[in-house]
Protein backbone atom coordinates (compact mmCIF):
# COMPACT_ATOMS: atom_id res chain seq x y z
CA UNK A 1 0.00 0.00 0.00
CA UNK A 2 2.61 2.53 0.72
CA UNK A 3 4.24 1.70 -2.60
CA UNK A 4 1.19 2.91 -4.27
CA UNK A 5 0.60 5.80 -1.91
CA UNK A 6 4.25 7.06 -2.52
CA UNK A 7 3.36 6.53 -6.62
CA UNK A 8 0.29 8.63 -6.29
CA UNK A 9 2.43 11.43 -4.59
CA UNK A 10 5.25 11.64 -6.66
CA UNK A 11 2.12 11.66 -10.08
CA UNK A 12 0.42 14.55 -8.58
CA UNK A 13 3.20 16.98 -7.17
CA UNK A 14 5.09 16.41 -10.52
CA UNK A 15 2.16 17.36 -12.05
CA UNK A 16 1.56 20.15 -10.17
CA UNK A 17 4.94 21.30 -10.25
CA UNK A 18 5.09 21.11 -14.44
CA UNK A 19 1.72 23.14 -14.01
CA UNK A 20 3.10 25.90 -11.98
CA UNK A 21 6.65 26.42 -13.53
CA UNK A 22 5.48 26.29 -17.20
CA UNK A 23 2.70 29.26 -16.03
CA UNK A 24 6.10 30.89 -14.23
CA UNK A 25 8.04 30.89 -17.42
CA UNK A 26 10.81 28.99 -18.20
CA UNK A 27 14.40 29.44 -18.06
CA UNK A 28 17.99 27.62 -18.33
CA UNK A 29 19.11 26.42 -14.88
CA UNK A 30 22.55 28.08 -15.44
CA UNK A 31 20.45 31.63 -15.51
CA UNK A 32 18.48 31.50 -12.51
CA UNK A 33 18.48 34.25 -10.44
CA UNK A 34 19.44 33.43 -6.98
CA UNK A 35 16.47 33.18 -5.30
CA UNK A 36 15.02 30.90 -8.04
CA UNK A 37 18.00 28.64 -7.64
CA UNK A 38 16.88 28.65 -3.70
CA UNK A 39 13.40 27.74 -4.62
CA UNK A 40 14.44 24.66 -6.34
CA UNK A 41 16.18 23.75 -3.37
CA UNK A 42 13.51 24.01 -0.92
CA UNK A 43 11.07 22.15 -3.62
CA UNK A 44 13.29 19.61 -3.59
CA UNK A 45 13.30 19.24 0.53
CA UNK A 46 10.12 19.29 0.67
CA UNK A 47 8.89 17.04 -2.20
CA UNK A 48 11.71 14.47 -0.90
CA UNK A 49 10.39 14.40 2.44
CA UNK A 50 6.84 14.04 1.22
CA UNK A 51 7.72 11.28 -1.10
CA UNK A 52 10.25 9.04 1.35
CA UNK A 53 7.97 9.12 4.09
CA UNK A 54 4.19 7.79 3.07
CA UNK A 55 3.29 9.08 6.98
CA UNK A 56 3.16 12.68 6.11
CA UNK A 57 -0.10 14.06 5.32
CA UNK A 58 0.03 15.09 1.70
CA UNK A 59 -2.39 17.96 1.19
CA UNK A 60 -0.06 19.83 3.26
CA UNK A 61 2.76 19.01 0.89
CA UNK A 62 0.83 20.64 -2.56
CA UNK A 63 -0.20 23.36 -0.34
CA UNK A 64 3.72 24.21 0.44
CA UNK A 65 4.45 23.48 -3.55
CA UNK A 66 2.26 26.34 -4.74
CA UNK A 67 3.20 28.70 -1.74
CA UNK A 68 6.98 28.65 -2.61
CA UNK A 69 5.62 28.96 -6.64
CA UNK A 70 3.65 31.59 -5.88
CA UNK A 71 6.47 33.27 -3.40
CA UNK A 72 8.98 32.67 -6.55
CA UNK A 73 6.95 34.32 -9.13
CA UNK A 74 5.99 37.16 -6.80
CA UNK A 75 9.75 37.59 -5.92
CA UNK A 76 10.52 37.49 -9.76
CA UNK A 77 7.83 39.63 -10.66
CA UNK A 78 8.95 42.21 -7.92
CA UNK A 79 12.91 42.06 -9.42
CA UNK A 80 11.66 42.97 -12.96
CA UNK A 81 9.72 46.11 -12.05
CA UNK A 82 12.05 47.28 -9.07
CA UNK A 83 15.28 47.45 -9.88
CA UNK A 84 16.65 48.90 -6.63
CA UNK A 85 15.77 45.33 -5.18
CA UNK A 86 16.96 43.52 -8.09
CA UNK A 87 20.70 44.98 -7.64
CA UNK A 88 20.70 44.21 -3.68
CA UNK A 89 19.39 40.66 -4.00
CA UNK A 90 20.48 39.53 -7.18
CA UNK A 91 24.05 38.99 -9.30
CA UNK A 92 24.22 41.91 -11.42
CA UNK A 93 26.28 41.86 -14.37
CA UNK A 94 30.06 43.02 -13.63
CA UNK A 95 32.93 44.34 -15.41
CA UNK A 96 36.23 42.19 -15.17
CA UNK A 97 37.78 43.67 -17.92
CA UNK A 98 37.41 46.82 -19.42
CA UNK A 99 39.59 48.47 -21.95
CA UNK A 100 41.53 45.78 -22.28
CA UNK A 101 42.67 45.88 -18.48
CA UNK A 102 41.66 43.94 -15.76
CA UNK A 103 39.36 45.54 -12.52
CA UNK A 104 41.28 43.54 -9.43
CA UNK A 105 38.52 44.95 -7.41
CA UNK A 106 35.69 43.65 -8.99
CA UNK A 107 37.27 39.86 -9.49
CA UNK A 108 37.94 39.90 -6.34
CA UNK A 109 34.87 40.63 -5.05
CA UNK A 110 33.15 38.26 -7.66
CA UNK A 111 35.83 35.56 -6.85
CA UNK A 112 37.06 34.77 -10.30
CA UNK A 113 40.60 34.25 -10.26
CA UNK A 114 43.02 35.16 -13.77
CA UNK A 115 42.97 32.03 -14.55
CA UNK A 116 38.88 31.37 -14.31
CA UNK A 117 39.27 34.32 -16.34
CA UNK A 118 41.96 33.26 -18.94
CA UNK A 119 40.32 29.45 -19.28
CA UNK A 120 37.13 30.83 -20.41
CA UNK A 121 38.75 33.30 -22.70
CA UNK A 122 40.09 30.16 -24.33
CA UNK A 123 36.74 28.19 -24.80
CA UNK A 124 35.59 31.74 -26.68
CA UNK A 125 38.92 31.16 -28.85
CA UNK A 126 40.50 34.46 -27.41
CA UNK A 127 44.24 33.13 -26.70
CA UNK A 128 45.66 37.16 -26.41
CA UNK A 129 44.37 39.45 -24.01
CA UNK A 130 44.86 42.43 -26.54
CA UNK A 131 42.01 41.23 -28.17
CA UNK A 132 39.59 41.77 -25.14
CA UNK A 133 37.61 45.52 -25.08
CA UNK A 134 35.21 43.91 -22.74
CA UNK A 135 34.30 40.91 -20.70
CA UNK A 136 31.52 41.03 -18.24
CA UNK A 137 30.32 38.11 -15.60
CA UNK A 138 26.64 37.96 -15.94
CA UNK A 139 24.14 37.46 -13.50
CA UNK A 140 23.91 33.78 -14.68
CA UNK A 141 28.03 33.31 -13.77
CA UNK A 142 28.78 33.35 -17.48
CA UNK A 143 31.61 35.73 -18.81
CA UNK A 144 30.38 38.02 -21.98
CA UNK A 145 32.91 39.22 -23.94
CA UNK A 146 33.56 42.44 -26.51
CA UNK A 147 36.93 42.26 -28.92
CA UNK A 148 38.37 45.20 -29.91
CA UNK A 149 37.22 46.74 -33.25
CA UNK A 150 40.09 45.87 -34.71
CA UNK A 151 39.76 42.09 -34.02
CA UNK A 152 36.36 41.52 -34.84
CA UNK A 153 35.32 39.58 -37.68
CA UNK A 154 33.83 41.40 -40.98
CA UNK A 155 30.34 41.34 -41.34
CA UNK A 156 28.27 42.20 -44.66
CA UNK A 157 27.09 45.77 -43.37
CA UNK A 158 31.39 46.07 -42.65
CA UNK A 159 31.53 45.75 -46.39
CA UNK A 160 27.94 47.53 -47.46
CA UNK A 161 26.42 44.14 -48.79
CA UNK A 162 22.25 43.50 -48.27
CA UNK A 163 22.58 39.61 -48.26
CA UNK A 164 18.96 37.91 -48.33
CA UNK A 165 17.30 36.80 -45.37
CA UNK A 166 17.43 32.97 -44.78
CA UNK A 167 14.28 31.40 -43.73
CA UNK A 168 14.26 28.32 -41.51
CA UNK A 169 15.02 24.79 -43.47
CA UNK A 170 11.76 22.90 -43.39
CA UNK A 171 12.02 18.51 -42.61
CA UNK A 172 11.02 16.63 -45.53
CA UNK A 173 11.57 13.30 -44.57
CA UNK A 174 12.34 12.02 -40.80
CA UNK A 175 13.16 8.40 -40.46
CA UNK A 176 12.07 7.42 -43.89
CA UNK A 177 8.28 9.14 -43.85
CA UNK A 178 7.31 11.85 -46.10
CA UNK A 179 6.04 15.39 -44.39
CA UNK A 180 4.17 16.22 -47.42
CA UNK A 181 2.68 19.41 -45.18
CA UNK A 182 6.20 20.72 -45.19
CA UNK A 183 6.36 19.56 -49.05
CA UNK A 184 3.19 21.69 -50.03
CA UNK A 185 4.59 24.95 -47.94
CA UNK A 186 7.28 24.98 -50.63
CA UNK A 187 5.36 24.14 -53.03
CA UNK A 188 6.59 21.11 -53.73
CA UNK A 189 5.25 17.26 -54.18
CA UNK A 190 6.31 13.40 -53.79
CA UNK A 191 7.84 13.53 -57.81
CA UNK A 192 10.20 16.70 -56.92
CA UNK A 193 11.05 15.26 -54.34
CA UNK A 194 12.12 11.22 -55.68
CA UNK A 195 13.39 13.18 -58.63
CA UNK A 196 16.04 14.74 -56.50
CA UNK A 197 16.65 11.72 -54.27
CA UNK A 198 17.36 9.66 -57.48
CA UNK A 199 19.97 12.36 -58.06
CA UNK A 200 21.57 11.63 -55.56
CA UNK A 201 21.18 7.79 -55.86
CA UNK A 202 18.75 7.08 -53.49
CA UNK A 203 15.75 5.04 -54.95
CA UNK A 204 13.14 4.98 -52.24
CA UNK A 205 11.94 7.33 -49.82
CA UNK A 206 12.56 4.35 -47.33
CA UNK A 207 16.44 5.07 -47.29
CA UNK A 208 16.32 8.61 -46.05
CA UNK A 209 16.89 9.15 -42.24
CA UNK A 210 16.51 12.65 -42.81
CA UNK A 211 16.32 15.25 -45.21
CA UNK A 212 15.28 19.16 -45.25
CA UNK A 213 15.09 21.95 -47.73
CA UNK A 214 15.30 25.60 -47.78
CA UNK A 215 12.62 28.08 -49.22
CA UNK A 216 15.65 28.52 -52.10
CA UNK A 217 15.98 25.49 -52.80
CA UNK A 218 18.62 23.98 -50.75
CA UNK A 219 18.58 20.04 -49.96
CA UNK A 220 20.30 17.97 -47.53
CA UNK A 221 20.26 14.51 -47.34
CA UNK A 222 21.29 12.02 -44.61
CA UNK A 223 20.99 8.43 -45.68
CA UNK A 224 20.29 5.47 -43.29
CA UNK A 225 23.57 3.96 -42.64
CA UNK A 226 24.18 0.92 -40.23
CA UNK A 227 26.08 1.03 -37.26
CA UNK A 228 29.99 0.66 -37.17
CA UNK A 229 32.51 1.03 -35.07
CA UNK A 230 34.31 4.79 -35.54
CA UNK A 231 37.69 3.42 -35.35
CA UNK A 232 37.22 1.00 -38.33
CA UNK A 233 37.31 4.15 -40.78
CA UNK A 234 39.23 6.35 -38.67
CA UNK A 235 42.88 5.92 -36.93
CA UNK A 236 43.08 8.61 -33.80
Not at 13 to 19: C, E, G, I, S
Not at 23 to 48: C, H, M, N, Q
Not at 72 to 86: C, D, F, G, P, T
Request: with cysteine.
Amino acid sequence: MDYLIIALRIISVMALFLFLVLKTGRRKIAELPVYDFLSIIVLGSVIGADIAEPNIPHLPVLFAVVLIIALQYLVSSLLINNKKIARKITFGPTVIIQNGQFIKANMKRLKYSIETVLMVLREKDIFDLNEVEYAIVEGSGSISVLKKPQYLPLTPSDMKLKPGAKGLPLPLIIDGKVQDGNLQQLERDRSWLAAELAQAGIPDFSEVFYADCTREGRLYISKIVQAKNFHDDFTL
